[in-house]
């Protein structure tokens, strides 16, 4: 399982988000010929938290707004792209405290894991602007 390396900060609470990744196939060790048919990002306040934490999207294929899509599902031996949609009320939960975050994606042959794992935490939300 990797580290909690990765940051996701630099966003303001209240703000919409699009979180995007492209996987390294050869980082990954994601076997030739090896696809994503699922993937997940889960925003908790404790490493330790029951799943869905925070929030949690899930994504497949087809592009859900507000969700998400895998743009990219690594066809050809390709980089696969995951693209996660934060919504104001996701920015809104994680607000200005350290916070804990995964990317878990599902092969075509079953098989889960966990490129990326992190921390992220929002800037204060100044405007309170709703429409």
Known sequence: MPELKAKLTGFVEGDSLVV??????????L????????AWMTVKEALDDEDPGLFQKVITTTDVPGT???????????DPVVRFDWLPTDTRAIGPTKRYYDIQIQLNDG?????????????????????
């Open 111 to 131: 098989t889960i894991t966990t490129p990326e794992r992190g921390t992220t935490k929002a800037l204060d939300e100044v405007t309170l602007a709703d429409s």
């Open 31 to 38: 076997a030739a010929g090896a696809t994503v048919t699922k």
């Open 20 to 29: 995007r990744r492209t996987i390294d196939r050869a980082g990954s060790e």
């Open 68 to 78: 998400g899509q895998i743009e990219n599902n690594g066809s050809g031996d390709l």
